[in-house]
């Protein structure tokens, strides 16, 4: 056949067996297009197996125990993929479901039983030695959880009074001592395998080194490696396939990168593919390297200003219902760009019909409800008393007199039928030689019987009997420029009075917010005056320390705003940041602030319980031992109506019954106003552009991202479309 084809083209002429070549090459190109074309038209890219994602975090590296992931969310994101509990959260239903068991709830919500699925296997199995699941490790998990030498009390708490009875090799029951129907949410804890932790006492668990920095767990990935280089710590986890996955993961290896800093994460960004957390530039921004496509997300948190009800300076709900409408939370918003206000700790609960909106005016009406008042304004009242005083009865002295010390205030009156023994400050009165019917005496300064003293004195006009026939308030000054203050406040009185009976000149006309307290004296306000501090009628000021922490950095921002509102309301405040975190959190044990400014997480449940209960007050204790570490209730909260609220809701499982028993609760701190509510955290996640797939749902936490971790990938590849294989490829040629 070569040959014949060999002989066939000599036939030809030499050009033209150019025009044959160029002839067939066209032919060929033409046919590939149209192959490449119907390839195009008829297939779809879906994801395939393969390929690494490279994670970047900034914190710091721990053991990898799922017991001890609460206080490190760079842990949690390792932990939830080498460990898998029970139960998990599902993003997309908001709901708990089955994960490593599967779970029924007797009738009476006391009784939970897990049964375990077919073929689970711990990652360190083969095929000569196969480590399954057993019930044997779920017992291990939880009943060391409720040890008393176990090292984290916040964790031991979620199990008190909760019994757990192994039934058989694969199911395990947890009987309650009470419905609680947010109890599955335990269930999401990772399961540990006994044979890893044997020997190994609870109280040293934390000591555990060589098998929390070598895991094996039964989740959708396994540990491989821990690397130490010179800019990061490096974790790579390799993916375990498990038989009762719905969906395989692409995936083939998780590596993440543990840096100290983000300016050191971002000088490595070349070789990462996702960002953990993205933190805000200075203008409230995320700042995402370019390359990176970002997604927002918020977590069931809430940030605010937790009032200690212990203080009782604070005791007054008149008092945090001032500060609470004194407080423009959109400001805030402004300032750190979070778009997410809330106004209640119960986000289950609509915020629509929130009553106390950002109200300056209503505000200070609060606040003097709460007799805090402003010193201008009882500078006046006290003035006002006194002038009233003075202008009532016979005796008429001038309210202030400048006299130094040895002289004499002269001071005359008229009273009809002046008798032996009439008296004026404790000094007889003389009949006047020049004025008839009328009397003088002189009031001297010299520390003697009668003397007017430096500052206020009260003048008696009393009778023989000693009965007062009239008084009048004199305040006496040897410093004349003491004197033209005052000279200069009794002025403004006088057009105070006018004022508001409409005598003044529009033009001249006072109300008591125009003027300023300056050295003890009334005058008018200036444009540059700032708001003086509220004060009670003992003349103690109202004074208020915000601590926070110095972490994250915005805190410190917020702190600062809000004292800045509350100035303007008339509070003298102090922001208290520790440099040292210690300190810091030995304070909020100790409760030993006025006001907190700190967040709270509720989890998948939105469970306010141990916030907000009065179980969770810290008692007042001098030994350090005795201090409660899962003491939650920040504001010292107590409320017989909302502890019967929450514990309704806890024991309800009909959602219709638990939200209108949140609904009930929200008014209830609303009226109580424990602490003012301020906004949820926005976080941010950035991903190269070569990872697809990624939906991250309605988050609990921030490693939950990983819960959609199966549909990630970074490789595709083309199928042909439901009917169409490549003998369609003539059809179609003729259709086209």
């Not at 119907?38 to 994670?55: D, K, L």
């Not at 006299?403 to 039928?417: F, N, Q, S, Y």
């Not at 003027?515 to 005058?523: D, I, K």
């Not at 003012?676 to 749902?697: C, D, E, H, T």
Request: hydrophobic share 40%; charged share 25%; net charge neutral.
């Amino acid at each position: 056949m070569s040959v014949f084809l060999f002989r066939l083209v000599r036939f030809f002429a030499r050009w033209e067996r150019w025009v044959l070549g160029v002839l067939l090459l066209l032919f060929l190109s033409s046919f590939s297009i149209l192959l490449v074309r119907f390839h195009e038209q008829n297939t779809a890219r879906v994801p395939s197996s393969g390929g690494t994602y490279i994670e970047g975090s900034v914190g710091e590296l721990r053991l990898l125990i799922p017991w001890f992931t609460v206080t490190n969310d760079v842990n949690r994101d390792i932990v939830s993929l080498l460990f898998s509990g029970l139960l998990r959260y599902n993003p997309t239903t908001r709901k708990i479901e089955d994960d490593l068991a599967s779970l029924s709830v007797s009738a009476d919500g006391r009784v939970y039983t897990c049964t375990l699925k077919d073929g689970l296997l711990w990652h360190d199995s083969t095929e000569e030695n196969p480590h399954p699941v057993t019930a044997d490790d779920v017992l291990f998990t939880f009943t060391t959880v409720q040890d008393s030498q176990f090292p984290n009390g916040l964790l031991r708490q979620n199990f008190r009074g909760v019994s757990v009875v192994p039934i058989d090799g694969r199911t395990v029951q947890f009987r309650l001592e009470k419905p609680y129907s947010f109890f599955p949410s335990n269930l999401t804890l990772g399961i540990l395998p006994r044979r890893s932790f044997d020997g190994i006492p609870p109280k040293k668990l934390l000591q555990a080194v060589d098998v929390g920095l070598q895991p094996i767990g039964a989740g959708p990935y396994r540990f491989k490696s821990l690397v130490q280089t010179e800019l990061s710590t490096e974790v790579t986890l390799e993916r375990f396939p498990r038989s009762f996955d719905h969906a395989s993961y692409y995936l083939d290896r998780i590596v993440f990168r543990i840096f100290p800093s983000y300016a050191i994460l971002l000088s490595d960004v070349g070789n990462i593919d996702g960002i953990r957390l993205v933190p805000r530039g200075d203008n409230g921004e995320f700042a995402v390297p370019r390359r990176f496509q970002m997604v927002r997300y918020t977590l069931p948190q809430y940030v605010a200003l937790f009032f200690n009800l212990d203080r009782d300076v604070l005791s007054d709900p008149k008092l945090r219902l001032g500060l609470q409408l004194g407080t423009n939370k959109k400001d805030i918003q402004n300032a750190l760009g979070e778009p997410m206000i809330v106004d209640t700790p119960f986000l289950a609960v609509s915020n629509d019909d929130w009553r106390y909106q950002y109200d300056p005016a209503a505000a200070q009406g609060a606040l003097f409800a709460s007799e805090w008042y402003y010193p201008e304004k009882l500078r006046l009242q006290k003035l006002l008393e006194e002038r009233e005083a003075n202008d009532v009865g016979i005796l008429r002295i001038h309210p202030v007199v400048f006299l130094d010390t040895g002289a004499l205030l002269t001071v005359t009156g008229a009273l009809k039928g002046i008798a032996p023994g009439f008296r004026l400050n404790g000094l007889s009165l003389e009949r006047s030689q020049t004025l008839s019917g009328s009397w003088i005496t002189r009031l001297p300064t010299d520390a003697s019987t009668g003397s007017l003293q430096l500052g206020n004195n009260f003048v008696r006009l009393t009778d023989a009997k000693g009965r007062v026939l009239d008084s009048a308030y004199v305040w006496r000054t040897a410093d004349a420029e003491a004197y033209r203050r005052a000279s200069e406040e009794q002025r403004l009185v006088q057009l105070f009075l006018a004022s508001r009976i409409g005598e003044a000149p529009p033009e001249h006309r006072i109300t008591v917010v125009e003027l300023a307290m300056e050295r003890g004296f009334l005058r008018r306000r200036r444009p540059d005056d700032i708001v003086a501090p509220r004060v009670n009628r003992r003349g103690k000021r109202l004074s208020l320390s915000i601590l926070t922490s110095d972490s994250p950095p915005q805190y410190r921002r917020i702190a600062e705003s809000v004292a800045e509102q509350w100035k303007k309301l008339g509070v003298d405040v102090a922001v208290d940041v520790p440099d040292d975190r210690s300190i810091f959190e030995e304070r909020l044990l100790r409760r030993d602030y006025d006001v907190l400014l700190f967040g709270q997480s509720l989890l998948d449940n939105l469970d306010g319980y141990s916030y907000w209960h009065s179980s969770g007050i810290q008692k007042h204790t001098v030994s350090r031992t005795d201090i409660r570490l899962d003491a939650y209730n920040l504001s010292q909260y107590a409320s017989f109506e909302a502890d019967t609220l929450l514990e309704s809701v806890r024991g309800r499982s009909a959602e219709r019954e638990q939200y209108a028993a949140l609904r009930k609760l929200r008014d209830v701190l609303a009226k109580d106003v424990p602490a003012i509510f301020l906004y949820s955290p926005q976080y941010a996640f950035a991903y190269s552009k070569a990872l697809r797939g990624v939906v991250l749902g309605d988050l609990s936490l921030h490693s939950d991202r990983f819960l959609s971790l199966a549909q990630w990938y970074v490789k595709e590849r083309r199928v042909f479309l439901d009917g169409v294989h490549w003998f369609s490829f003539i059809p179609w040629l003729f259709r086209l």
